[in-house]
């Protein structure tokens, strides 16, 4: 009698656990639909198949994160121990600090440092200038090597990620780019490492610390191997990452987060997610919104993560409303030459043209 006990209480024990553990995983996975940058991807590296997409081939600009391009570029280039003298236009150059002064001396490798480490703006222009004479020039060599990667939806116009016209990538080609400059051990050395002390030539020491937060996070530190922060007005915050999970090289790309907090979230997320694919937890997923602008500046997410809308209902009411603007407009070239007013209303805000 008290071992049919046992057992019956084995049993409810035993579903239990499945029912909750089920539970526990459908919320993880559920918690994908509140990703809240614009645009996403989940590279498995490894494989060459991508776990999760947001919107992956949506153009935006890179930030920061283009400085993975100028390191390549520069390591293609330059000898490590080349000194470098920082001149009047990169001292000038709006960055983080650290800040350099004109007339200081690094060497190549202290700046590769600094520009990974620290995204330091004045480092990117002064590795620019050195290796091409300018920042201009520079970027010619930027495109040249984004067309040996392979890249077609990406173009870069400054080697330090600041806003600059005609300027742009994608989740999946920022995931990408990560991808090969870790084939370059110094730019895996850097991005992994946490802090580190480096001096100019007349003995100016500086101390940097990772902008990357996630190589300190206990929920994922055991995982990551280092990434590159950006952020901008138009790009909004940013970060590729590259991480080892179950014995494959997981990328994830993050664009266009509404907030540093809200980044990590869903870096870590996706991350986590990328587990759940691996161990045949879940499967690949991916996913369409409506964004308002091809350099997005916001974006609207779907509730449910399973049946992500289809974009076509919003693209009838776009037809309807340029069909609409198109009769405005063409009202408003007649009443123009008889130099009328009209009124045009919208939802937000009431504006006159004459």
């Not at 930027?142 to 080697?159: D, P, Q, V, W």
Request: glycine letters at 4%.
């Amino acid at each position: 009698m008290k071992k049919n006990i046992k057992k019956f209480l084995g049993l409810i024990l035993f579903f239990c656990l499945i029912l909750f553990g089920k539970q526990g995983l459908a919320e993880d996975i559920n918690s994908l639909s509140e990703i809240s940058a614009i645009t996403a991807v989940t590279l498995d590296a490894t494989t060459g198949k991508v776990l999760f997409a947001k919107n992956p081939n949506l153009k935006i600009p890179p930030a920061s994160t283009v400085k993975l391009v100028t390191a390549m570029v520069v390591l293609d280039k330059l000898s490590l121990n080349k000194k470098v003298t920082i001149s009047k236009t990169a001292a000038e150059t709006p960055s983080v600090a650290p800040l350099l002064k004109e007339g200081e001396v690094y060497t190549v490798k202290d700046l590769l440092y600094l520009m990974l480490m620290k995204s330091s703006n004045q480092a990117a222009v002064a590795l620019a200038e050195k290796m091409a004479g300018s920042e201009e020039n520079f970027t010619f060599y930027m495109n040249r090597k984004a067309k040996e990667l392979g890249l077609k939806n990406s173009h870069f116009t400054s080697a330090s990620g600041l806003p600059a016209p005609g300027q742009y990538t994608t989740a999946y080609e920022l995931s990408l780019i990560l991808y090969h400059a870790l084939k370059y051990p110094l730019i895996k050395e850097i991005i992994h490492t946490p802090t580190k002390i480096i001096s100019s030539e007349n003995g100016r020491v500086l101390v940097l610390k990772n902008t990357n937060k996630l190589l300190e996070d206990p929920e994922v530190k055991n995982y990551v191997l280092g990434g590159k922060t950006g952020f901008t007005r138009a790009s909004k915050h940013c970060l590729v990452t590259a991480s080892q999970v179950n014995n494959h090289l997981i990328i994830t790309s993050v664009l266009g987060a509404p907030s540093r907090k809200s980044l990590w979230r869903d870096s870590k997320e996706l991350i986590k997610f990328s587990r759940f694919v691996l161990e045949n937890k879940a499967e690949p997923l991916y996913l369409t919104t409506v964004v308002t602008s091809q350099i997005p500046m916001h974006h609207v997410s779907k509730s449910k993560i399973f049946k992500a809308k289809s974009v076509v209902k919003s693209s009838k009411k776009s037809n309807k409303f340029a069909k609409k603007t198109s009769k405005l407009k063409t009202k408003m070239a007649k009443t123009k030459k008889k130099n009328t007013k009209i009124t045009v209303k919208d939802s937000n805000t009431q504006k006159k043209r004459s």
